[in-house]
């Protein structure tokens, strides 16, 4: 059974709720992805931002990224995936919360990411094919 923690990106490294839109797209240019975690001051996950809410909910609306709190972006709840729960877990959640990406959990602590291309080169064709339909659809 391929489990999440074979299939994610490990290294995940969080934006602080206490840092800014702008240190998210730092993060997210040095590293090279799309989105990252948030995390609280009790180093819990507290939800992830994109590179797409950044521009949506702060520079489409004049706000500016170097002052808005990245805290501000998170969600109500953080969907995860624990790091030994199955890849058929993995696209279950991926596809009932219609995420693009998931954080893996390990213990209450953020141990890695699952992005839809890590999906698509670790499991078969089909299964990747499934997935980005469901994710594709309204």
């Given at each position: 059974m391929t489990t999440a923690r074979e299939i994610m990106t490990s290294?995940?490294?969080?934006?602080?709720?206490?840092?800014?839109?702008?240190?998210?797209?730092?993060?997210?240019a040095q590293h090279g992805t799309g989105a990252v975690p948030i995390c609280g001051p009790d180093n819990k996950l507290k939800g992830v931002v994109t590179d797409r809410d950044i521009t949506v909910k702060v520079v489409a609306q004049g706000r500016d990224a170097g002052t808005f709190p990245a805290g501000d972006l998170n969600q109500a709840q953080a969907v995860t995936i624990g790091a030994d729960d199955s890849a058929d877990e993995v696209l279950a959640t991926m596809t009932q919360h219609k995420v693009r990406r998931l954080p893996v959990i390990d213990d209450e602590r953020?141990?890695?990411?699952?992005?839809?291309?890590?999906?698509?080169?670790?499991?078969?064709?089909?299964?990747?094919?499934?997935?980005?339909?469901?994710?594709?659809?309204?």
């Open positions: 290294g995940a490294e969080c934006v602080a709720t206490d840092q800014t839109a702008a240190d998210a797209a730092r993060l997210m953020l141990v890695g990411m699952i992005s839809i291309a890590d999906v698509a080169h670790a499991l078969p064709n089909a299964t990747t094919g499934e997935l980005v339909a469901a994710l594709s659809t309204g």
